[in-house]
């Protein structure tokens, strides 16, 4: 699949966008992107049932390396409070399920990791995730006013 770019740097400079969807900036080298807290409260006919917490990361650059991503992989550590940390990465050619790790017997938490190639088929369990990477890169693509470079050119910089 020769020629699939995706302007990661771009999609990240979008801060607004991702500001109104909860979203700021994110690092860990290699990787860099954007994520999100969010917190999850289950009611009943009685009330609160339960609540939890996830953190989501959506990885724009540095997560094309197999031994980087294995490196986090083994790494991860579960987060206080925090029930799920999903990450998704972009990728040329993703790998078709998710990948899903249990801090212990899942009491701690989970560790998930999505491989996704924007505009393709995306996981049902990170459609909220793909579905903003892709509205991102359409109005990239569209050139919205408010997301136009201040000087002259092209978004990705060329």
């Not at 999609?11 to 990787?31: I, M, T, V, Y």
């Not at 793909?130 to 997301?147: F, I, M, N, R, S």
């Amino acid at each position: 699949m020769s020629g699939w770019h995706v302007n990661s740097a771009a999609l990240k400079d979008l801060r607004e966008f991702w500001e109104h969807w909860g979203f700021a900036s994110w690092s860990s080298p290699p990787f860099s992107g954007v994520s999100r807290l969010q917190h999850f409260i289950k009611d009943g006919v009685l009330g609160r049932i339960a609540e939890f917490k996830a953190m989501d990361y959506i990885v724009l650059e540095g997560g094309r390396s197999a031994e980087a991503r294995e490196k986090l992989w083994r790494e991860c550590r579960p987060l206080p409070e925090i029930m799920t940390q999903r990450f998704l990465f972009l990728l040329e050619d993703p790998w078709p399920d998710r990948r899903i790790r249990a801090f212990t017997l899942g009491f701690g938490g989970y560790l998930e990791f999505y491989a996704y190639r924007p505009g393709s088929e995306a996981n049902a369990r990170v459609r909220d995730l793909t579905g903003l990477v892709d509205l991102g890169l359409e109005l990239l693509k569209k050139g919205a006013p408010a997301l136009r470079p201040e000087k002259e050119g092209t978004i990705d910089g060329a």
